[in-house]
């Protein structure tokens, strides 16, 4: 994967951010050039996980570009082409449903739809408790659509959030070498 531009989108599921952002030096030491795109809740917000700054000053020192985090940012993707292929990761189940249903009202969505209109892989890494109770007809929907590519998932917790599902953030890079060759990494759901 070495030259290729990888976008790289952060989304809310605050608890996994760190686990999916330490891909982000595994693609750098791959020779990939990674783009910061944040869903506006995770640029503004601190949590009991961190401050926004600190992740945002580490992914742009990381990265060396400024992070994408609105729409008028986010939407040139499209038109100039810019990516070879596009991470969400972590992706919420707020944004499985907004991209299942065309919904474009974040940086992170316009980012994918933009990417989308190239005809080039999507790839989601999903983290959300709801995944396998209203997220779950947004999996579907989207694992039967052309150029969306999921990173391996499975339940993360079965006794304690029978409906939560996280994909396994360590098998992004195989997850995206896969998609450029257009097919989706197996086995997808993880036991």
Request: aromatic content about 4%; proline content about 6%.
């Amino acid at each position: 994967m070495k030259g290729i531009t990888a976008g790289f989108a952060v989304c809310g599921s605050f608890c996994t951010i760190a686990q999916a952002t330490a891909q982000i030096d595994v693609l750098i030491d791959m020779g990939v050039k990674v783009v910061p795109i944040f869903s506006p809740i995770v640029y503004k917000t601190d949590t009991r996980f961190g401050k926004a700054s600190d992740l945002i000053e580490r992914v742009e020192s990381l990265c060396g570009r400024p992070v994408i985090h609105d729409i008028p940012a986010a939407e040139p993707i499209g038109p100039k082409n810019l990516l070879d292929i596009l991470v969400v990761a972590p992706c919420t189940g707020n944004t499985l449903g907004k991209l299942a249903n065309g919904i474009t009202d974040t940086s992170v969505t316009m980012s994918v739809k933009a990417h989308l209109r190239n005809n080039k892989p999507v790839v989601l890494a999903i983290a959300t408790n709801d995944a396998l109770g209203a997220s779950g007809k947004n999996i579907g929907l989207l694992a039967n659509t052309q150029h969306i590519y999921f990173v391996p998932f499975g339940q993360d917790d079965p006794a304690g959030k029978q409906k939560s599902l996280i994909s396994d953030f360590t098998k992004i890079p195989a997850t995206m070498e896969a998609a450029l060759q257009g097919r989706q990494l197996q086995p997808m759901l993880l036991v």
